[in-house]
């Protein structure tokens, strides 16, 4: 379970460069939900002009990371192992939104929902869904951090 | 099907903001089949050292479309409506390469399954396979290209 | 729209003899969402007695097919193109029931969600979720309906 | 890894009352490999006399969860945690046949592939692809082989 503070969850969100990268900011988690936000940039778009698969389908990932890491014990973290996302409308506007939530967490494998909304004029449309499998990984003590698959 | 020269298609391909961003380079396409490469940067990475879940997904997504606008019609144009991924091994090293192939065409659907392989010291490991759902766009010869949902 | 009587959609969803034999029935659908109910038998499971992940897939596209067919026009049908299932928890009990429910209706494509329950004394238990995307094809009214792809 | 003989690894594979119930048959297994086929009957149709997505996906699955077993050791044995399925093509002929490789033996996870074909006059279509998630189970020696969620 996460007990840090929101501003130090969200230090360790953005730690992956990717995600700092992008943009995308830490709204809340806990208890098995995580709320993610991200400002619409250029380089986020496809060539007409909506924002990138790519962009969304990162998005629900790291957010369904983050559902699964609130109902994690300390010194394990998630791994995504696959995930699925529809692509329901074209995304364009101000900014995207990212709600997830865990459906099931089991000892070796969490799975966990994703919905991406497009917000424009402060209107929310829902714009993709996804069902992300996560496996359960435990950090070495004695070692760094280094890479592992997600088996 | 596509006509035009690899330089031109290569500039069409990094015509997506997104693309060009990230630094995924077309390296062939023509029959149904497409290949891209992309040297890996600090920007593209996990907290953990390895390449995020969401380069490898937006390479598998955008070289699949690749893949399905080698086989359209002129004045066609592929737009996702789902993928799915599998992460079979944390990826590192120099590159990542991916190759997708269309498995099916048909009128208004098509798909195709990419397989991303990570690089290093010249030697490839498979570390991700897709399968990617494209839906087929007629673009509107009146109007500009705007934004339009896979359905 | 489906402006059939119940009784009547409940012999057009049992049409399909695989449903049929495997008795999975109707329980309502209108407006975009779909119940569907199945009474465990023997020949539904796994050798280790829980119910096979086929029978589960088979209630989720099946009833995700009910509710996409609740919001085509007459004389449009629903064909699967691809799903994606996850196997939350192993499914045993008395009897498993499934509502489904549309996420997009386009006109070509309709992406809708499935969640199986495992019933055991009254209470539910949700043992899987899926994401269903179906292409909407049209009956042809010359020839008899045939078999077609979903491209 | 399978060291039994065929005629035992078929009767183990049927040992699932469901797929004895369904009709579908081992026709080989090992090193990550199976093979699987079934003889096509009224009661796998759709309405419109195509083989039911479920027939289809069932025989992925589990020809999938084939090739999974013939790469783990003894006592363990495989659970399908996800998958995924493109209807490629409606499948309709004398038979289906099936084959599924293991992409990835992991610890905890082991993802395959499964391809089905609908056979009509000796003649294989390619009419879908799946991706298939397993989890690795360990039996209790102690205890009877009782119902386990994948996690």
């Known amino acids: 379970m996460t007990h840090e503070p929101l501003d130090v969850l969200r230090e360790i969100f953005k730690a992956a460069p990717f995600i700092a990268h992008l943009g995308i900011d830490l709204d809340s988690v806990s208890n098995g939900e995580c709320a993610t936000s991200l400002r619409l940039r250029p380089d ?3 060539q007409n ?6 962009v969304i389908a990162t998005m629900a990932d790291h957010t369904a990371g983050g559902a699964a890491g609130s109902v994690m014990e300390k010194g394990s973290y998630p791994l995504t192992a696959e995930f699925n996302i529809n692509l329901l409308r074209a995304a364009s506007g101000d900014s995207l939104v990212c709600r997830a939530r865990v459906l099931r967490a089991g000892r070796t494998l969490i799975v ?3 919905e991406v909304f497009a917000v424009s004029g402060g209107e929310e449309t829902l714009c993709a869904k996804a069902l992300v ?5 435990r950090k070495d003590p004695e070692k760094r951090d280094t890479a592992k698959s997600p088996a």
Request: charged share 5%; hydrophobic share 55%.
């Open 133 to 137: 499998t996560l496996a359960v990984l």
């Open 49 to 54: 002009g909506v924002v990138h698969a790519g």
């Open 44 to 46: 986020h778009l496809q």
């Open 112 to 114: 966990a929902e994703s």
